[in-house]
């Protein structure tokens, strides 16, 4: 089958096309025929960096961790799919596991779902890794509804997920952005949106809390932001954070009694560990999809197999507005 492989690691590393052997159905696992393939910070972060990152494949690499496609084999030991029917998820591209940048990969069973019937294959690509990312953060967060649910970069690829998640579940939703068309993002989805550059902490939680402060914070920006999320939390309040890699002091979280919740998602595929939580959530947000209440937003910029890097360049580049996504 044809793949798009890396030969070398680095931030102007080629994809090559090759030949590479068709996978065969295994126990637990599926074939899938790939579709389309979404391209995350994490995927490039591979590229660039190689094996600086534990979770790196060896050389050469099939990367590409979300995909979309069409089963095509089904391994002994599963049930719930089969030959023929449509399916997503998140399954490779990083350590032994083959990536979706091929014609067909292996994936787990217990790691994808059946398709949203309301998205495109390109639409349901997109899905996978930054869905599952904003559906455990803001459920190990606790956001329900009545709150008042902060988004910290709701116009991010995690983040316009987090924004359309809270208001499905019943929050009142407000959402960090800079920018027109950041904000446009946020507003579209019925939140309110706020201008990070524009508005101090203090003032937007004295504005929309009187004070009081935002009961759950999603924060996809984390780093240093994450002590601008300890000051617009509540008391007692929960914080979910995607991106925990900084020191900073603890201090303000204590006084205050904040929870807080670091989400990786991809322990259960690095490690094999509760598999079938990340399928289960898969088919949850199938189902809120194809009830209306969610949609993946795609960049303008549309790309087929063999302009793979061209698909990295466009995301690293920072101007890409929505999941960048390659068709097979």
Excluded: W
């Amino acid at each position: 089958m044809k793949a798009m492989t890396l030969v070398e690691y680095g931030e102007n590393a080629k994809f090559e096309l090759a030949e590479i052997e068709t996978p065969t159905a295994k126990p637990g696992h599926v074939v899938v025929r790939v579709a389309a393939t979404s391209v995350n910070t994490v995927d490039t972060m591979i590229r660039a960096m190689g094996t600086d990152l534990p979770l790196s494949p060896e050389l050469p690499a099939v990367l590409g961790m979300d995909f979309a496609g069409t089963v095509e084999a089904v391994g002994d030991d599963v049930s719930g799919f089969e030959v023929g029917d449509e399916v997503y998820g998140c399954a490779g591209g990083l350590l032994e596991l083959q990536g979706a940048l091929a014609e067909y990969m292996v994936a787990d069973a217990r790691l994808i779902a059946h398709k949203p019937k309301s998205l495109s294959m390109r639409e349901a690509a997109a899905i996978p890794l930054v869905g599952i990312t904003a559906y455990e953060g803001l459920t190990r967060a606790r956001a329900q509804a009545g709150q008042k649910v902060l988004v910290q970069g709701g116009a991010g690829g995690v983040g316009h997920l987090a924004v359309q998640l809270a208001k499905h579940f019943g929050a009142e939703v407000f959402a960090t952005g800079t920018g027109a068309s950041q904000l446009e993002v946020i507003e579209s989805y019925g939140a309110t949106a706020i201008d990070f550059m524009k508005e101090k902490v203090a003032d937007f939680v004295e504005e929309h809390t009187a004070g009081a402060g935002f009961e759950t914070i999603f924060d996809s920006v984390g780093g240093p932001n994450m002590t601008n999320s300890f000051e617009a939390a509540a008391l007692n309040g929960n914080i979910a954070s995607t991106v925990a890699l900084v020191e900073l002091d603890l201090t303000p979280a204590h006084f205050k009694g904040l929870s807080l919740h670091i989400i990786f998602m991809l322990i259960p595929m690095i490690h094999d560990h509760k598999r079938e939580e990340h399928g289960a959530i898969l088919a949850k947000l199938a189902e809120i999809v194809d009830a209306g209440a969610l949609r993946p937003l795609l960049d303008d910029q549309r790309f087929g197999f063999e302009q793979v890097g061209d698909a990295y360049d466009r995301l690293t580049s920072g101007q890409a507005i929505g999941k960048v996504v390659v068709e097979l």
